[in-house]
């Protein structure tokens, strides 16, 4: 059982990235997904989450209208659209999967992945 987040990078103020969570060992479709992310010296904080049947739930109000989520069963992966993005968005961002969206806290999750790092430039 495994999850694995890709998609990271370096970008610049007001650029876009999408960020890939990929499900291996399980099947996503029963899972809600989390979006985490911990910034240097920070706690990790949640960011979004899609549940099993589509619903949205955000974290950060910060990322509202700038970030959002979506599922591809069929390639058992879920999406992290990110666009607009700024300085403080910086961070290690990683997924997590629960039978629901329970927290803003990972650590409420069943299953994590390894990070993805996004660095935002000024």
């Known amino acids: 059982v495994q999850l694995q987040a890709s998609g990271g990078g370096l970008v610049q103020t007001g650029g876009s990235l999408r960020l890939s969570c990929v499900a291996s060992?399980?099947?996503?479709?029963?899972?809600?997904i989390g979006w985490f992310r911990q910034a240097p010296g920070k706690e990790p904080e949640g960011v979004l989450c899609?549940?099993?049947?589509?619903?949205?739930?955000y974290y950060l109000e910060s990322v509202k209208g700038r970030f959002t989520i979506s599922r591809d069963n069929a390639k058992n992966t879920v999406y992290l659209q990110m666009n607009s993005l700024k300085p403080e968005d910086t961070a290690v961002y990683y997924c997590?999967?629960?039978?629901?969206?329970?927290?803003?806290?990972?650590?409420?999750?069943?299953?994590w992945g390894q990070g993805t790092q996004v660095t935002v430039s000024s």
């Open positions: 060992g399980f099947t996503l479709d029963y899972y809600a």
């Open positions: 899609i549940s099993s049947s589509d619903g949205r739930t």
């Open positions: 997590a999967a629960h039978e629901w969206c329970v927290s803003d806290d990972s650590y409420e999750y069943d299953f």
